[in-house]
């Protein structure tokens, strides 16, 4: 188990990491979420014994790691790039821990022919990495992690590198592959869908701080205050009367501050036999994507909304519709807020 407690870290006396406690159980996957130059990395290379602390201590199973250095801590790290040896084959390129650490010849193979058909590259072995995609190639450099048995692993955001499509398929296979492996895991990245579709638990970090942590369904869920919801993708923040007629129309008992998502809003067009009850409002946006219509809708009592359409409808600026307010996907959040309404986003 790994335990931070107080971890600082400054660079010429400007903080990077500021006071950051965390823990992550054996077997877990922690993702810390944050945006670019919050401190992430540094925190990453302060647990691998790659950057020196101001205070706070860093431990794994409450042995301080204060005198080991990087490479007897027994973690490894993957960067986004996966930095694979472009002379030696796939094969290895994975097997290079292991023979490092004098493990026989049939060993070797073996492990690697295990390590491969784990990451989904069986039969790979011969290849060099410049024959390899960008996806495959982070796959050999995960098996390659993996090789050397790490007591943790640490991901600096693994798979920023990769396209849109690829990184969501590859999100679920790390998921997959660091489970079956029952590798304990600590990944930075800013990618909120990454952090989402890998990680069991999720810290959000913001100026050198960790300003919430928890399982990550329930910090996506519940975000501790608007900047964390909007961080996380919430496209607005309500506050005041906008806030309690939203959760009004939503059925759910009214608070002065909720963090939206567009999917929670559902627009459908108004005139006679309008569905069920909603309230009235005025599209200010409309933009087609692959999964239906994204909307701005001005809606009366509350002011402007991102929605979505009913499937197969494609609405235009200027048109009258009735939303509705769906449970799911409206956060309200607990903290003092001004009174004086309108978002914030
Ligand atoms: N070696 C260094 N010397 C001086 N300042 C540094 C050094 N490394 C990082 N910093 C500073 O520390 C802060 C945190 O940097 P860090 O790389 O940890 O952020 P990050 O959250 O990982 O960002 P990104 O996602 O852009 O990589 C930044 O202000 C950065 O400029």
């Known amino acids: 188990m790994l335990d931070l407690k107080g971890v600082e870290v400054a660079f010429d006396g400007t903080v990077a990491v500021d006071g950051v406690d965390l823990s992550v159980a054996d077997g877990d996957v922690l993702a810390v979420l944050g945006p670019s130059g919050c401190g992430k990395s540094t925190l990453l290379r ?75 590259l069986g039969g790979y072995g011969d290849r060099l990495p410049r024959t390899l995609s960008g996806g495959e190639r982070q796959r050999v450099a995960l098996a390659r992690s993996l090789a050397a048995r790490p007591r943790l692993l640490l991901l600096d955001e693994p798979l920023s590198a990769l396209d849109a499509g690829l990184r969501v398929r590859l999100a679920a296979d790390l998921r997959r592959i660091l489970t079956e492996a029952g590798t304990t895991a600590l990944l930075v990245t800013h990618d909120q869908d ?120 494609a609405p235009r600026a200027g048109e009258r519709v009735v939303v509705r307010v769906e449970g799911h996907g409206i956060a309200p959040l607990g903290g003092a807020v001004p009174v004086g309404s309108g978002d914030v986003s």
């Open 46 to 120: 302060a647990v691998a014994g790659l950057e020196p602390l101001r205070s706070g201590a860093i431990a794994w199973d409450g042995a301080d790691l204060a005198g080991t250095p990087t490479h007897r801590r027994g973690f490894a790290l993957m960067f986004q790039d996966g930095q694979l040896f472009d002379h030696l084959t796939v094969a290895g390129n994975v097997g290079y821990a292991l023979r490092l650490q004098g493990e026989s010849r049939t060993a070797v193979r073996a492990a690697v022919g295990d390590l491969l058909d784990l990451v989904g």
């Open 194 to 313: 990454e952090a989402f579709a890998v990680a069991d638990r999720l810290a959000v970090m913001r100026g050198g701080r960790i300003v919430q942590e928890g399982a990550t369904a329930d910090v996506w869920s519940a975000p501790a205050d608007a900047e964390t919801a909007l961080f996380l993708g919430y496209p607005r923040v309500l506050v005041g009367e906008a806030a309690e007629a939203l959760l009004r129309l939503a059925d759910r008992p009214v608070a002065r501050e909720v963090a939206v998502r567009a999917t929670a809003v559902v627009a459908a067009p108004s005139g006679p036999g309008a569905a069920g009850s909603g309230a009235s409002g005025l599209v200010r946006a409309a933009r087609l994507t692959p999964d239906g219509s994204r909307l701005v809708v001005d809606v009366d009592g509350i002011g402007e909304l991102d929605a979505v359409g009913t499937a197969g409808w």
